[in-house]
C-alpha cells in the first residue's frame, strides 16, 4: 500500500461510518414505530414485543457505536500521522484532501495555490510523510 493509498483509508472510513450511523437511524425509527393495525392480542408472562424490538436495538446500537470509536480511531491514527510534518501549508493540503476529502480546486483555494502547484506541493507532502514516517511503511504493508 502506498503512502496516498494509506491516506486515502480516511474517505473510506468517512463513508463507512457515514452507512454506520445511517443503518443506526434506521434501526430506530423501525424499534420505535407503531402499526396502524390494532391487535386483540394479549401477551402474558413475559414483556412485550416492542421491549424484544428495544433490546435488539440497543444491542445493535452498541455493536455500531463500538465500529464507530474502532473507524475513528483509524482516522485519529491518519491524522496524527499527518501532523509530523511541520509545513502547515502541507498539512492543509493533506487535511483538505485525504481527511475532509475535498475536491482539487477547493484544496488548491484552502492553501491559496493555483491547481498545478498544488499537484507538486502534494508530491512534496506524500514524500515528506513517507519520510517522517518510516514506521507508516510497516502499517501499511500489514
Known sequence: MTTKEWLK??????KEIDALLEAQYKAFIRCTSTTSALRDVVVSG??????SKLAA?????????NLVDQLIEI??????TIYKISDGTLRTLLISRYINIKEWNDVAKDIGYEVRSTARLRSDALSLLTECC??????VSE
Open 75 to 80: 482516522k485519529r491514527e491518519i491524522l496524527s
Open 9 to 14: 483509508r480516511a474517505g473510506t472510513i468517512n
Open 134 to 139: 518510516p514506521e507508516m511503511s510497516l502499517n
Open 46 to 51: 413475559g414483556g412485550t414485543d416492542r421491549d
Open 57 to 65: 436495538y440497543a444491542a445493535l446500537s452498541k455493536d455500531i457505536d
